[in-house]
């Protein structure tokens, strides 16, 4: 287990060099940021020659990648065009979009899981068929026309929300926009759920446990569930790395102050100290997700073991 | 609020089931009347906010707000008035004195004198200190040593100006400006407090200036607190208790929140709610002209745009575009097609002259298509337009342009758009002089004077010339305005200078831009000054 972890850890930091230097260079291609700085008017030669030698760009682009990773390491990660540090933009983004992650997590757990188990005792019924409909139209509707629905239904015609969270973004004010980001990963975990049940609950083990008279409760937790859920966690586990990069369109139609937002305004910006500091970031976030989950197997599953 | 009140229950459950604070409703706090706090949407400001540093409308409210300086300019006729100055005096055009009120003071508490103001403009000229707004110093005698093309700074001060008394200081300008004193109420030019050089980060995490508001809280990049400031010793005290910003992230959702009665003021009304807005807000909209105009610029470093042909071309292609159908079909009448090359807010005193590019500006299919035939076709056979995608919706209008060039040219190829994928990757572009084709181009004025809308724009080698354009006899007359010592005079001069454009077009002119603004029921006295900004300070809560 301990030999697993740190093998898999070592493996981490090229995949780590690898993006970083690929997210680098793609928002370098962009173009000279600096020129957008002045508005619709031109910089004066001068002052942009001194922005570019501040915020290094006048050096060669593995110059600058060297630089910015030696910095990574102690802790400073740049300073955005407004003067804020990169590591201050992300003590302030990164706990709102993870409180948004955790609500539309929690969501998913709950109300996914136990659609899942619902309708997978229940095949062929009619609940479950409305189930699988209702689904079908989560995904097929794109986010940001459930988010507007809802901000414009719930916030403005019934006032039962307030259309915007405010800065400090309290979990109350994140249930609406949690669930909007949960939507339809919550329908793919119900149907991953609900098929992963349906396929064991044929399986001999579960017949056993029927047969030897355990509660029908206990069958169902802790032997048909448990067993079904591997590639329910493997889902949620690489979701947790797609929401808090995905929420973009979530925060800007809540006007939620996270990370897709500080994303959004340092690619508009070409801020690359902020973007690639808000991507190294999610890198690792993602990275240690995936991990977990794979941990995780072990913990559902004894007979998986690692050496 | 309508009745919602199971379904509120509902949700006040699930709150609570998270581990929730209470549900309230909209409370929008602090009381109404003379001490009511007005919300108000705000966007990130892009750059430090300091007065030299500040060149878009974001960080400008606030400078509006916190700072007054030598010259306030009129919020409803934008006329140049004398604020911290007593009075601004010059026998020649080009060394002026400057003597300011003695009752001014900061809102730390410190005294407002002469040292106030020479520092913070040496500071602003500085280039060690990467002041973005820098070029407003230009004019001032010793910037080309403080401020150099290249290289280092051979000088640390501005030798053009010194400090005569507590209340007197002198400027001395490059060359004669005799408009130059009505150039002085732009942020830029603020006097700043000691605690601005002692302590810089500490000034820019909470700015103290001297104006009608002070700075309560500043959240960078999320929200900023201002309120009134009861010493204030100006005549335009503010009405309300203060003003809270606070930055969205989209302006659809400030304008859903100001629907929704939790927001007071947004003063940016998304384009694709302008269908709705008089069924929501009614008479709580604004539309009024903005010193903004949009123009088609040309590449004149590029040999076939600057041959005698190609004005006729241009002129051909002015006349080609539709300015009245495509300003109220696709702005919905939040532009007025241009006549000329200045804003109508600067007024016919001012120098905005209705009509003055005559027919050359107005549609007609036959004629336009004669003259670019004549003029010997597009230089390469097709237009191409370029624009930034990233923001400010300007696909559609640009391809309305090409429509209807199109149509004239009776050519589906004559004119294409060509997107820009950043706002900076295309001013790069722009500023780099390596696009081929016409590009839009836009200037938001930075003081309300004939001169700023053209002198910085088509003058030989001016900042913003990003074409290249270069005429003698432009330049010569912009000289002679510059020089003129009577207002009225130099406003003529200038427009004699205007009507070189009239006979070369290198830029077409194509709308000028209006303010627009909604405002809610809690608050009236609501107004957007000439630069589209609401006037903070008269806003009254009922």
């Given at each position: 287990?301990?030999?697993?972890v740190i093998r898999?850890?070592l493996?981490?930091?090229?995949?780590?060099f690898?993006?970083?230097?690929l997210?680098?260079l793609?928002?370098?291609v962009?173009?000279d940021?600096?020129?957008?700085l002045?508005?619709?008017?031109?910089?004066d030669p001068?002052?942009?020659?001194q922005l570019?030698?501040e915020f290094g760009?006048?050096?060669?682009?593995?110059?600058q990648y060297?630089?910015y990773?030696?910095n990574?390491f102690?802790g400073?990660?740049?300073t955005?065009?407004?003067?804020q540090?990169?590591?201050e933009l992300?003590?302030?983004?990164?706990?709102i979009?993870i409180r948004?992650?955790?609500?539309?997590?929690?969501?998913?757990?709950?109300?996914?899981?136990?659609?899942?188990v619902?309708?997978?005792l229940?095949?062929?019924?009619p609940?479950d068929t409305?189930?699988?409909?209702l689904?079908?139209?989560v995904i097929a509707?794109?986010t940001?026309?459930?988010?507007?629905?809802l901000?414009?239904?719930?916030?403005?015609?019934?006032?039962?929300?307030k259309?915007?969270?405010?800065?400090e973004?309290p979990?109350?004010?994140l249930?609406v926009p949690g669930?909007?980001?949960?939507?339809?990963?919550?329908a793919?975990?119900?149907?991953?759920?609900?098929?992963?049940i349906a396929e064991?609950?044929?399986?001999?083990?579960?017949r056993?446990a029927v047969?030897?008279?355990?509660?029908?409760r206990r069958?169902v937790v802790?032997?048909l569930?448990?067993?079904?859920?591997?590639?329910?966690?493997?889902?949620?586990?690489?979701d947790?790395g797609a929401?808090m990069?995905?929420?973009?369109?979530?925060?800007?139609?809540?006007?939620?102050?996270?990370v897709?937002?500080?994303?959004?305004?340092g690619i508009l910006?070409?801020?690359?100290?902020?973007?690639v500091g808000?991507v190294t970031v999610?890198?690792?976030v993602?990275l240690a997700?995936?991990l977990?989950?794979d941990?995780?197997?072990?913990v559902?599953d004894p007979r998986?073991?690692?050496? | 609020?309508?009745?919602?009140?199971?379904a509120r229950w509902?949700?006040?459950?699930?709150?609570?089931?998270l581990?929730?604070?209470?549900c309230?409703g909209?409370?929008?706090?602090?009381?109404?009347?003379?001490?009511?706090?007005v919300?108000s949407s705000?966007?990130?400001?892009?750059?430090?906010?300091?007065?030299a540093?500040t060149?878009?409308?974001?960080?400008?409210k606030?400078?509006d707000?916190?700072?007054r300086?030598l010259v306030r300019?009129?919020?409803?006729t934008g006329e140049?008035?004398n604020?911290i100055?007593e009075?601004?005096e010059s026998k020649?055009?080009q060394?002026?004195?400057i003597?300011i009120?003695?009752n001014w003071t900061f809102?730390?508490?410190?005294?407002?004198?002469?040292?106030s103001?020479?520092d913070?403009?040496n500071?602003?000229?500085a280039?060690?200190?990467n002041?973005?707004n820098?070029?407003?110093?230009?004019?001032?005698d010793?910037?080309?040593?403080v401020h150099?093309?290249?290289?280092?700074a051979s000088a640390?001060t501005?030798s053009?100006?010194?400090?005569?008394?507590?209340?007197?200081?002198t400027?001395?300008?490059?060359?004669?400006?005799?408009?130059w004193?009505?150039?002085?109420g732009?942020?830029?030019?603020?006097?700043?407090p000691?605690?601005?050089?002692?302590?810089?980060?500490?000034w820019?995490?909470?700015?103290v200036?001297?104006?009608?508001?002070?700075?309560?809280?500043y959240?960078?990049?999320?929200?900023?607190?201002?309120r009134?400031?009861?010493d204030y010793p100006?005549?335009d005290?503010?009405?309300n208790g203060?003003i809270d910003l606070?930055?969205y992230t989209?302006?659809?959702?400030?304008y859903?929140?100001?629907?929704?009665g939790?927001?007071?003021l947004?003063d940016d009304v998304?384009?694709a709610?302008?269908?709705n807005?008089?069924?929501?807000?009614?008479?709580?909209?604004?539309?009024?002209p903005?010193?903004?105009i949009?123009?088609?610029?040309?590449?004149f470093?590029?040999?076939?745009?600057?041959t005698?042909?190609?004005?006729?071309?241009r002129?051909?292609l002015s006349m080609?575009?539709n300015?009245?159908q495509i300003?109220?079909?696709?702005?919905?009448k939040?532009?007025t097609?241009?006549?000329d090359?200045?804003?109508?807010?600067?007024g016919?005193e001012g120098?905005?002259?209705?009509?003055?590019?005559?027919p050359?500006?107005?549609y007609?299919k036959?004629?336009?298509?004669?003259?670019?035939?004549?003029?010997?076709?597009?230089?390469?056979?097709?237009?191409?337009?370029?624009?930034?995608?990233?923001?400010?919706s300007h696909?559609?209008?640009?391809?309305?342009?090409?429509?209807?060039?199109?149509?004239?040219?009776?050519?589906?190829?004559?004119?294409?758009?060509g997107?820009?994928?950043?706002?900076?990757?295309?001013?790069s572009?722009v500023s780099t002089?390596?696009?081929?084709?016409?590009?839009r181009?836009?200037?938001q004025m930075?003081?309300?004077?004939i001169?700023?809308f053209l002198q910085?724009?088509?003058?030989?080698?001016?900042?913003?010339?990003?074409?290249?354009?270069?005429?003698k006899?432009?330049?010569?007359?912009?000289?002679?305005a510059?020089?003129e010592?009577?207002k009225?005079?130099?406003?003529t001069?200038f427009?004699d200078a205007?009507?070189v454009?009239?006979?070369q077009?290198?830029?077409i002119p194509?709308?000028y831009?209006?303010?627009?603004?909604g405002?809610?029921?809690?608050?009236e006295?609501?107004?957007?000054?000439?630069?589209s900004v609401?006037?903070y300070?008269?806003i009254?809560v009922?």
């Open positions: 287990m301990g030999r697993y898999r850890l493996q981490m930091i090229p995949v780590f690898g993006t970083t230097l997210i680098f793609m928002v370098n962009m173009g940021p600096i020129a957008g002045c508005g619709d008017r031109q910089c001068a002052t942009a020659a570019r030698t760009l006048d050096k060669p682009v593995w110059q060297l630089t990773m030696g990574i102690t400073d990660f740049g955005a065009f407004n003067g540090k990169v590591t992300m003590a302030t983004a990164f706990p979009t948004l992650t955790v609500v539309a997590i929690v969501f998913e757990i709950v109300i996914g899981i136990s659609l899942g619902v309708t997978g229940r095949r062929g019924r609940v409305v189930v699988l409909i689904t079908l139209v509707v794109p940001f026309v459930t988010g507007l629905l901000q414009l239904l719930l916030g403005v015609e019934w006032g039962i929300i259309p915007s969270v405010s800065s973004a979990v109350d004010e249930i669930l909007v980001l949960a939507s339809v990963s919550l793919y975990v119900t149907r991953l759920t609900r098929t992963s064991n609950a044929r399986a001999d083990y579960v056993t047969a030897k008279g355990l509660p029908r069958v802790r032997h569930l448990r067993n079904s859920l591997i590639p329910v966690v493997t889902f949620i586990g690489t947790v929401l990069g995905g929420a973009i369109v979530t925060e800007r139609i809540f006007n939620i102050h996270g897709g937002y500080q994303l959004y305004q910006r070409q801020n690359s100290q902020t973007v808000f999610l890198v690792l993602f997700a995936n977990i989950v941990l995780l197997y072990a559902l998986i073991r690692y050496a | 609020m309508r009745g919602a009140t199971q509902a949700v006040c459950a699930v709150a609570v089931a581990t929730a604070t209470a309230g909209g409370d929008s706090g602090g009381g109404g009347g003379a001490d009511g706090i919300s705000w966007g990130d400001p892009q750059n430090p906010l300091e007065p540093n060149n878009e409308v974001q960080g400008g606030v400078l707000m916190v700072f300086g300019y009129d919020p409803k140049a008035k604020e100055a009075k601004i020649d055009s060394n002026f004195t003597t009120k003695d809102s730390n508490g410190e005294k407002i004198t002469a040292k103001f020479v913070a403009w500071y602003g000229a280039l060690k200190n002041q973005k820098a070029y407003f110093f230009q004019y001032i010793g910037y080309d040593k150099p093309e290249s290289g280092s640390g501005l053009g100006l010194k400090v005569v008394n507590g209340t007197t200081f400027a001395k300008l490059s060359q004669k400006f005799s408009l004193p009505d150039t002085l732009y942020a830029a030019f603020v006097p700043l000691k605690a601005f050089y002692d302590d810089h980060d500490a820019l995490s909470k700015p200036g001297n104006g009608p508001y002070t700075i309560d809280q959240a960078k990049g999320s929200s900023m607190s201002l009134r400031w009861d100006g005549a005290k503010a009405q203060g606070k930055v989209d302006n659809n959702t400030a859903t929140d100001l629907t929704a939790n927001l007071d947004v998304p384009a709610q302008l269908k807005v008089s069924s929501d807000l009614g008479d709580r909209y604004i539309n009024t903005a010193g903004i949009q123009t088609l610029a040309f590449p470093y590029e040999k076939a745009w600057d005698p042909g190609a004005i006729k071309v002129q051909g080609a575009i300015r009245d300003t109220s079909q696709i702005f919905q939040t532009r097609p241009a006549s090359w200045t804003s109508p807010v600067l016919e120098g905005f002259k209705k009509g003055l590019c005559g050359s500006c107005e007609d036959a004629q336009a298509k004669k003259l670019i035939q004549e003029g010997g076709g597009i230089p390469g056979g097709q237009l191409k337009i370029s624009y930034n995608a990233d923001t400010g696909k559609e209008w640009v391809d309305a342009v090409c429509n209807s060039i199109n149509n004239v040219m009776g050519n589906n190829k004559a004119c294409v758009g997107p820009v994928g950043t706002f900076a990757d295309f001013r572009q002089q390596k696009l081929t084709g016409a590009w181009a836009g200037w930075d003081y309300p004077l001169q700023n910085p724009l088509y003058y030989t080698n001016a900042p913003s010339n990003d074409g290249k354009w270069s005429d006899k432009f330049d010569d007359l912009v000289d002679k510059n020089g010592s009577d009225a005079t130099a406003v001069t427009q205007e009507k454009l009239v006979e077009m290198p830029v194509l709308w831009q209006n303010g627009s603004a405002y809610s029921d809690r608050v006295n609501v107004s957007l000054n000439p630069f609401p006037v300070d008269q009254k009922k």
